[in-house]
């Protein structure tokens, strides 16, 4: 797809007081990224971002979409594990996704060690509604079978047994109903070129959901459940599967965040979030 990259702000680098004032300068990748978002209102990235990022196979190259980036933190870890790809972040939220253009310019200077404008892999940003479909889904920008790789962190919680949150914009980045997540994964799959892989982060009760929906346009999936600790349930599921592929469905070993007490991760985990390790899905 054409998408030229935007313009950095003039405070890509350099922050200004006023124009920050709430927001939190967070470091991700043991400090190798560094992520601008909003203290309170809207959705804040943590480790399911970062979990989604760290997810892809290694030497990874083409397009990767990242549906429903917020900030851009999935997107732009999986750009530092992988400089060579060339990300987009898709978002509805004006102000996400203003976040998002100073993230990516600031970050890729981070990444590439250049100024942002030498830099050919600076993300692109889309401003486009991901649940819809025929000539308005075109509309936004978004193409059939144009990405390599989506990535997405949907709005997974159900209004039906959660409640939500007074803000608007929270809310619509954390709540979904089951008619929107399957408008949400019909444009992944659609989006995703031959041989394409998809790669999702989730809370269990969404996971039969999202069989059905992907189960069959996807082949080789694979399940890995995350548990906070080893005695406790999963909180959140990774599926990856590829297009045209016909291996069978494999479910991984959970991944355990925290040890039996404390609040400190596991050392592997560690190494996610830090960057100096990866998740193996494929």
């Known amino acids: 797809?054409?998408?030229?990259?935007?313009?950095?702000?003039?405070?890509?680098?350099?922050?200004?007081?006023?124009?920050?004032?709430?927001?939190?300068?967070?470091?991700?990748?043991?400090?190798?990224?560094?992520?601008?978002?909003?203290?309170?209102?809207?959705?804040?990235?943590?480790?399911?971002?970062?979990?989604?990022?760290?997810s892809l196979p290694e030497n990874k190259s083409g397009t990767l979409f990242d549906l429903g980036s917020g900030v851009g933190v999935a997107g732009l870890v999986a750009l530092a594990h992988q400089p060579g790809l060339s990300v987009t972040l898709v978002d509805i939220d004006p102000d996400a996704l203003r976040l998002a253009t100073k993230n990516a310019g600031r970050n890729a200077v981070r990444i590439g060690g250049a100024t942002p404008q030498d830099m050919p892999?600076?993300?692109?940003?889309?401003?486009?509604?991901?649940?819809?479909?025929?000539?308005?889904?075109?509309?936004?920008?978004?193409?059939p079978q144009s990405a390599d790789v989506v990535l997405t962190n949907p709005p997974f919680h159900d209004g039906a047994h959660s409640r939500p949150s007074p803000d608007r914009q929270k809310a619509r980045a954390h709540m979904a109903d089951d008619a929107t997540l399957r408008a949400w994964f019909e444009t992944a799959l659609w989006m995703l070129r031959?041989?394409?892989?998809?790669?999702?982060?989730?809370?269990?009760?969404?996971?039969?959901?999202?069989?059905?929906?992907?189960?069959?346009?996807?082949?080789?999936?694979?399940?890995?459940?995350?548990?906070?600790?080893?005695?406790?349930?999963?909180?959140?599921?990774?599926?990856?599967?590829?297009?045209?592929?016909?291996?069978?469905?494999?479910?991984?070993?959970?991944?355990?965040?925290?040890?039996a007490s404390g609040s400190d991760f596991l050392p592997d985990v560690k190494r996610i979030l830090t960057g100096d390790g990866r998740l193996s899905l494929s």
């Open 121 to 143: 892999n600076v993300p692109c940003v889309i401003e486009a509604d991901v649940t819809l479909s025929g000539a308005a889904r075109r509309s936004t920008g978004l193409q």
């Open 194 to 259: 031959p041989k394409g892989r998809l790669t999702l982060i989730v809370s269990p009760p969404r996971l039969p959901l999202i069989l059905q929906t992907i189960g069959p346009g996807l082949g080789g999936l694979t399940i890995l459940p995350v548990h906070p600790r080893s005695d406790q349930a999963a909180t959140r599921v990774l599926v990856s599967g590829r297009r045209d592929s016909r291996a069978p469905l494999r479910m991984l070993p959970g991944l355990v965040l925290h040890g």
């Open 1 to 54: 797809m054409n998408c030229p990259p935007r313009a950095p702000d003039a405070d890509t680098v350099t922050r200004s007081s006023d124009a920050d004032a709430g927001l939190s300068s967070d470091r991700f990748l043991g400090g190798r990224l560094l992520i601008d978002q909003p203290l309170s209102g809207g959705h804040r990235s943590g480790i399911d971002a970062v979990l989604l990022g760290a």
